[in-house]
């Protein structure tokens, strides 16, 4: 099974959610991601080394941005997030990295 990291953003807000649904959901897909790293969608363009996997909760769409690393097993988790700018904010973030 592939080993998960997370990049500073990401594990942040995952450990800022206070609703412990939706924080089991995103968890949930998580594990999800980590049994399956091509579940997700492959983005096109200057996204394309990078995955997104919706996660639904209360009519509101969180994404979940990934990249994978086979040849070590290993997926890191980008960032997290609602979809509102979520890739703007993905691209500003990966340029400052």
Same mark, same amino acid.
């Given at each position: 099974m592939y080993q998960i990291r997370f990049m500073p953003r990401a594990e942040k807000y995952i450990k800022k959610l206070k609703e &412990?649904?939706?924080k089991e959901k995103i968890k949930n897909a998580i594990y999800e991601i980590q049994r399956n790293p091509y #579940?997700?969608?492959m983005k096109k363009g200057d996204l394309s080394d990078i995955y997104g996997f919706d996660v639904f909760y209360? &009519?509101?769409n969180y994404e979940i941005s990934y990249q994978i690393y086979s040849e070590k097993?290993? #997926?890191i988790i980008i960032l997290i997030g609602t979809r509102k700018n979520f890739?703007?904010?993905l691209k500003k973030y990966i340029s400052n990295s």
């Open positions: &412990k649904n939706l #579940i997700g969608e209360h &009519k509101t097993e290993v #997926i890739y703007q904010e």
